[in-house]
């Protein structure tokens, strides 16, 4: 099952968890199952079709321009991380 990585800010709606197993193979089943344990995180992580601005999301080490319809492998990591934008 793919490990998923909680942003230290998003984890008082986790009970504390860093670190979660969830069910999906791509990146909106895995957000949808986060919701259903976790009610609320979907908001945090989505705005409307997408990946919150501000966001990013990594699948094994991997930001990809797929964004919810990126693929999960049931060994996976995913990690939502604030976005890097430099100057």
Excluded: C, Y
């Excluded at 860093?18 to 999906?24: A, D, M, Q």
């Excluded at 259903?36 to 705005?47: E, N, Q, S, W």
């Excluded at 999301?57 to 990809?64: G, L, M, P, Y």
């Amino acid at each position: 099952m793919p490990i998923v990585w909680i942003p230290s800010l998003m984890q008082s709606l986790t009970g504390g968890k860093g670190t979660i197993e969830v069910e999906g193979n791509t990146v909106r089943q895995i957000v949808d199952n986060l919701e259903a344990t976790f009610p609320g995180i979907k908001d945090r992580l989505v705005d409307g079709d997408r990946i919150r601005p501000g966001l990013a999301v990594a699948v094994d080490a991997e930001v990809s321009e797929e964004g919810l319809r990126q693929k999960v492998a049931a060994e996976s990591e995913v990690h939502f991380v604030a976005a890097v934008s430099g100057g």
